[in-house]
């Protein structure tokens, strides 16, 4: 029979389709002998939860279950510790401005981030061919914007919230 430490790591990585994640699971405090549940603690490194440590319990006996059974228990766990974590999308934007990336878990595709990009003034000698066609003399005034690195791993400039995202309450900020 597999661990249950093994087994809640592998439903894990299977919840988040990423077979090669980094899932810490360990027992909190002692096994019980007669057989009540047992509380482990979760922690996902580079995920919204990290270091929030994510309580699971389990009873040993519930380890004959199904699966997709305890796979759904875990789901909801990390989406209830997910919930936890959320930020407005103001207090994300305060956050962007500071210099840090921010992402919404609730997203189309794995590795998606918005960044700031602080307004530059790029000497008239530094501006890029493409760019000098269209400014052809002096310097280059580039204002604020924000950039989406989207699934596809494009750099992608001047993204735009939609009226979801602005009234979106699951926001988080990414380790620098």
Same mark, same amino acid.
């Given at each position: 029979?597999?661990p !249950?430490?093994?087994?809640?790591?592998?439903?894990i990585?299977? *919840?988040?389709?990423?077979p090669d @994640?980094v899932?810490e699971v !360990?027992?909190?405090?002692?096994?019980?002998?007669?057989?009540?549940a047992?509380?482990?603690?979760?922690d996902?490194?580079?995920?919204?939860v990290?270091?929030?440590?994510t309580?699971?319990a389990?009873?040993?006996s !519930?380890v004959?279950?199904p699966d997709d059974v305890l796979?759904?228990?875990?789901?909801?766990?990390?989406t209830? &510790?997910?919930?936890?974590?959320?930020l407005s999308?103001g207090?994300?934007?305060?956050?962007l401005k500071?210099?840090?990336?921010?992402t919404r878990?609730?997203?189309?595709?794995?590795?998606m981030w918005?960044?700031y990009m602080?307004?530059?003034t *790029? &000497?008239?000698g530094?501006?890029n061919? @493409?760019?000098? @066609?269209?400014?052809?003399e002096g310097?280059?005034?580039?204002?604020?914007?924000?950039v989406?690195? !989207?699934?596809?791993?494009?750099?992608?400039?001047?993204?735009l919230a939609?009226q979801a995202?602005?009234l979106?309450?699951?926001? *988080?900020?990414?380790?620098?």
């Amino acid at each position: 029979m597999e661990p !249950t430490e093994a087994l809640i790591r592998r439903l894990i990585r299977e *919840i988040l389709n990423d077979p090669d @994640r980094v899932v810490e699971v !360990t027992l909190e405090g002692e096994a019980d002998p007669g057989g009540g549940a047992e509380r482990y603690v979760i922690d996902i490194p580079n995920h919204p939860v990290e270091g929030r440590a994510t309580a699971f319990a389990i009873n040993p006996s !519930t380890v004959n279950v199904p699966d997709d059974v305890l796979k759904a228990a875990l789901a909801g766990a990390l989406t209830r &510790a997910q919930d936890d974590l959320g930020l407005s999308f103001g207090d994300a934007l305060v956050a962007l401005k500071d210099g840090h990336r921010i992402t919404r878990p609730g997203w189309n595709g794995r590795g998606m981030w918005l960044c700031y990009m602080e307004s530059v003034t *790029i &000497a008239a000698g530094l501006v890029n061919e @493409r760019t000098r @066609r269209f400014v052809p003399e002096g310097d280059l005034n580039v204002g604020g914007y924000i950039v989406m690195f !989207t699934a596809q791993g494009v750099w992608q400039p001047g993204w735009l919230a939609s009226q979801a995202d602005l009234l979106a309450e699951d926001w *988080i900020v990414l380790p620098d």
